[in-house]
Structure formats: structure tokens, C-alpha cells
Nanobody, 126 residues
Framework: QVQLVESGGGVVQAGGSLRLSCAAS????????LGWFRQAPGKERELVAG????????YYSDSVKGRFTISRDNARNTVYLQMNSLKFEDTAVYYC???????????????????WGQGTQVTVSS
């Protein structure tokens, strides 16, 4: 059974940092795209960062570029999201997701992703 399990969410003051982790199991994810989405109340789910096997295939949304860093440990089937300089508007539920169709093309639509974690809440206080 495929599982993606996020951890590392919490409450942080504006300007602070958090690191999210997503441990994948049930299959090999080294040849898939791994991404981090977020969804705030009343808003659509959006891709904030995604990464393929190679670091050259990395995507960041404009809203997080320069502040967030996605990395992955293929040997451990784990993907991370380092979030620095957090803002109030980063408050959302963050989801880890896997797109098994491509190896190095980061697609942005949630419909393109095959596996999802349960989500972890990130709250940034102003």
C-alpha cells in the first residue's frame, strides 16, 4: 500500500522557519515527481514546489521563490520542504504528492498527481 506521511508542521511567528518532511512507502519514488501543495481556507490547492529526480527539474511558485527549498533523499524515499522567512499568507495545510507519470517534468495541476499525504497544518502568526 502506497503511503505518503508528512510531518513538521506547526505554529511559527512571521519571519521564522519550518521544515516539512514527507516519507513515502509502498513503492519506489526515485523515478517520480514529488511535490508540495498547499491549500488555505477558501482557496484552491496550489503547487508551491516540485522536484524530479534531478535538481535541474525543480519548480517553485512565485510566492515562495527565494524563501522555500525543496529537496529529496531518493535512498530514503523522502522529500523535504525548508520554509524560511515565513509570512502570514503562507498559512495553509501543506500536502505532499507524487506524480508517477514523469521523471523530470513538474506538472502543476493537483489532478496530475497520483498519491497524496494526509496534510500538515502550517500556521504563521503575524
Amino acid at each position: 500500500q502506497v503511503q505518503l506521511v508528512e510531518s513538521g508542521g506547526g505554529v511559527v511567528q512571521a519571519g521564522g522557519s519550518l521544515r516539512l518532511s514527507c516519507a513515502a512507502s509502498g513503492r519506489t519514488f526515485s523515478n517520480t515527481i514529488l511535490g508540495w501543495f498547499r491549500q488555505a481556507p477558501g482557496k484552491e490547492r496550489e503547487l508551491v514546489a516540485g522536484r524530479g529526480w534531478s535538481s535541474s527539474s525543480t519548480y517553485y511558485s512565485d510566492s515562495v521563490k527565494g524563501r522555500f527549498t525543496i529537496s529529496r533523499d531518493n535512498a530514503r524515499n523522502t522529500v523535504y520542504l525548508q520554509m524560511n522567512s515565513l509570512k502570514f499568507e503562507d498559512t495553509a495545510v501543506y500536502y505532499c504528492a507524487a506524480d508517477v507519470t514523469y521523471v523530470n517534468t513538474v506538472r502543476r495541476s493537483p489532478q496530475d498527481y497520483d498519491y497524496w499525504g494526509q496534510g500538515t497544518q502550517v500556521t504563521v502568526s503575524s
